[in-house]
């Protein structure tokens, strides 16, 4: 077993690295992908140094599994090279996501449609991923009409040179500026590029992903997508208006029974979930779970989760773990 991981110098791949420790999954090589300037360095794995390789001296090696997570024009170009040499690519970035030929996965929710022939996966949008975890059990009880969500999300989602700018700021340091403007101590509704309906790229992603991986067209879905000051989580305010009533107590119950969820929800002790509880974690984590009383079979919940983990290289290895668990590659 040889698995690839192209991107692995960035933030995301580091992650990747770090949980493929964690859950212990088990290869023999590890073929480490970076770009021109990083190929010929090495990084430490497991107390083991492994040098890092070119896209083509990667691809030569034909590994069972490819971990992207290098950006849409990397994955559009090389993906599809892995996967004519038998690779089975497992791409972080947004290049295959909507693509109708291509599987978008959420493992709790969707991985059972996975079969040999799918050689480029598609891992969701990080914000969409911690969502769908929560809205998947409520809606095959309860049957989600329409979802109004806004995020509050980390600065690791746009990479190590946001978090850079971030703490230059903090510092009164003047740098590089990722952002159009100031970061610390200021909130930005702004991820992504604006599109012609006057959402942002980030937004239509939760759309679209969202009903993708929950394969119902009829769920709808409205989001506002925001950036904040914080590093390691994000955060998401959610409004689902069901079909059907529910009880509150039952929807704690369901959520808590469910695996890689953490109900965090007793406001009278001031518990609820916030993106230090996340940091370093897999799990999502729920709560600020109540009726919305402006409207009948409406509930409002606080959903977090740590953006790096279970919103890309958690999710990406659990995909991987499925296929070796069930033979797929």
């Known amino acids: 077993m040889k698995i690839a991981v192209v991107g692995a110098t960035g933030l995301v791949g580091g992650e990747i690295l770090k949980v493929l420790k964690e859950r212990n999954f088990k290869f023999d090589d590890l073929i480490p992908v970076a770009s021109a300037k990083s190929v010929g360095s090495t990084i430490e794995f497991n107390g083991k140094k492994y040098t890092v390789r070119s896209m083509d001296e990667a691809i030569a090696l034909k590994p069972e599994i490819a971990i992207f997570s290098a950006g849409g024009g990397t994955s559009l170009e090389h993906a599809p090279r892995f996967a004519a040499v038998g690779t089975t690519v497992i791409d972080n970035s947004s290049a295959w996501r ?7 996965v959420v493992p709790e929710i969707n991985a059972h449609t996975l ?7 598609a891992n969701p949008n990080c914000s969409t991923i911690q969502m769908v975890v929560i809205l998947n059990p409520l809606h095959k009880k309860y049957k989600i009409k329409r979802v109004v969500v806004s995020t509050y999300q980390s600065v690791t989602g746009t990479g190590k040179k946001a978090v850079d700018q971030m703490m230059n700021e903090r510092a009164g340091i003047e740098g590089e500026m990722v952002y159009p403007y100031k970061i610390d101590m200021n909130v930005l509704p702004h991820i992504d590029v604006f599109l012609e309906n006057g959402y942002t790229k980030e937004e239509m992603k939760m759309v679209h992903e969202t009903t993708k991986i929950m394969g119902d067209e009829s769920v709808l879905v409205t989001a506002t997508t925001v950036r904040v000051p914080v590093m390691g ?6 409004n689902i208006e069901f079909e059907h009533d529910f009880d509150l107590d039952q929807i704690r119950k ?3 029974a469910e695996e890689g969820v953490i109900v965090k ?3 009278s002790e001031k518990l609820y979930p916030m993106p230090s509880d996340s940091h370093g974690r897999d799990e999502v984590w729920v709560g600020r779970i109540r009726r919305d009383f402006s409207q009948k079979n409406t509930v409002n ?6 953006n790096l983990r279970k919103g890309a290289a958690t999710n990406a290895i659990q995909i991987a773990e499925y296929l070796v668990k069930n033979n797929l590659v």
């Open 265 to 267: 929800d007793n406001p």
């Open 254 to 256: 369901m959520l808590a």
């Open 98 to 104: 909507m693509d109708a030929t291509k599987k978008l």
């Open 301 to 306: 919940m606080w959903i977090v989760a740590d």
């Open 233 to 238: 989580g994000h955060s998401e305010s959610v």
């Open 115 to 121: 079969t040999k022939a799918d050689k480029i996966i």
